[in-house]
């Protein structure tokens, strides 16, 4: 076998690697938040339940579309570099789990009825998904995004790290989509990991977040407007609140 050819074959090992990783963190997922999905306003639970499930979710969503990266750093004897970059590209996407968490708690505490889904939930959650859309035409979004499409080789955690950071600051706003749509949604889950690869993996993925926007603002707009027709948007029981700790 020619240097070439254990280069592709080793390139192919790692994505294998990503995405086998991936199906089971989704047959994980979907076993465990199938029916659990309470639209916006999802109670999260204790910290320790809802990093169970956060860190299962991120890796179903996220992993797939890190594979291009991570093949920068594949060695030929071994898969140990994949799988430190995984745990260093986790672990930023984990923090960033914990802050919402903490935002959550936060929301909660202030009792701030006027969140609820009959009074201005729809609006509250509308917002934050306008807000989403006109982030993918910022610069610091177009920036992090096309690190995001590449990674630099060299150590395999701080690579994981920095391809991570580069990873929220391209996607955060999206995974905040998904808080107030419904966390624990798979329809809306699917949707963004959908929406991620594309913008990450595709040959003109960069391309696509001009149209992401436009998605996003109308999709808010609709949210606000006339929440119980936008699909997969799971009432949280018109007099359920939209406070984030129910």
């Known amino acids: 076998m020619n240097s070439m050819t254990e280069y592709l074959v080793v390139r192919s090992r790692t994505t294998l690697v990503l995405v086998a990783g991936a199906l089971a963190a ?3 997922t979907i076993d465990r938040m199938r029916g659990m999905d309470d639209g916006p306003g999802t109670d999260l639970g ?13 890796a179903a969503m996220m992993l797939p579309s890190a594979a291009p990266a991570a093949r920068h750093l594949a060695r030929r004897a071994s898969v140990v570099p994949t799988l430190l970059f995984t745990a260093g590209y986790l672990a930023v996407w984990t923090a960033y789990g914990v802050l919402a968490y903490a935002l959550y708690r936060l929301i909660g505490a202030l009792d701030v009825g006027q969140l609820a889904w009959d009074q201005s939930g729809p609006y509250a959650a509308g917002a934050v998904i306008v807000a989403a859309g006109l982030y993918e035409l910022t610069p ?3 920036r992090s995004l096309g690190r995001c499409r590449s990674a630099l080789p060299g150590n395999a955690v701080r690579s994981g790290i920095a391809h991570g950071r580069d990873c929220v600051g391209c996607s955060g706003a999206l995974m905040a989509v998904l808080f107030v749509l419904g966390v ?41 407007v006339s929440p119980a027709t936008v699909p997969g948007l799971t009432d949280p029981g018109g007099a359920a609140s939209m406070q984030m700790d129910q």
């Open 184 to 224: 624990m949604s798979l329809f809306w889950m699917a949707v963004i990991a959908v929406v991620i690869f594309a913008e990450k993996v595709l040959p003109r993925g960069a391309r696509l977040a001009p149209a992401v926007a436009v998605a996003l603002i109308v999709l808010g707009i609709w949210v606000a």
């Open 46 to 58: 204790g910290l320790g339940f809802y990093l169970g499930i956060w860190v299962t979710m991120t």
């Open 140 to 142: 610091y979004k177009r």
């Open 26 to 28: 989704w047959a994980v």
